[in-house]
């Protein structure tokens, strides 16, 4: 995962000065968008676990109620449905999760490619958050 190569991609290299400044600006656009979906993923799975967990609590506690009933049998196949759809829609969404995290990365990285070559060149660039795309990859 994150596998970086060892060169800098032609495109940026090769790309005249005012194509190098679109570009980076076009990397930083791209970030911020990956980013913003990344968190928005996180919310979700955040979101999903706590639906669940309601669902089973509540199965749970009815099935308490009914218990030594055919209901509190089809409440128990409920909570185990439930848990089964957990366990895959969390599969899924990390499996997403990683492939966003891993675009996240590259576009990154091609960013940072940019403003190398910006300072190779003597090419003035305002920075941009170190601090958040650290903290972007971290999420």
């Known amino acids: ?12 290299t090769s790309a005249s000065d005012h194509e ?11 970030r911020a968008a990956l980013a913003k979906r990344d968190r ?27 218990k030594g009933t055919d209901h509190s049998d089809a409440l128990l ?21 990683e492939a966003r995290s891993e675009a996240l990365f590259a ?4 960013k940072r490619w940019c403003e190398d070559e910006m300072r190779n060149r003597g090419i003035e660039y305002t920075d941009t958050e170190l601090v958040d795309d650290l903290l972007t990859l971290a999420i």
């Open 40 to 66: 928005g993923i996180g919310q979700g799975v955040i979101q999903l676990q706590e639906s669940i967990d309601f669902c089973v609590k509540s199965c749970l506690f009815i099935h308490d109620e009914l």
């Open 20 to 30: 190098l400044k679109l570009l980076r600006e076009q990397y930083l656009d791209e």
């Open 1 to 12: 995962m994150f596998n970086q190569p060892s060169q800098v991609p032609e495109h940026i």
């Open 77 to 97: 196949t409920q909570v185990r449905a439930l848990n089964q759809f957990r366990s895959i829609s969390l599969e899924k969404m990390g499996e997403i999760r």
């Open 107 to 110: 576009t990154l990285m091609h």
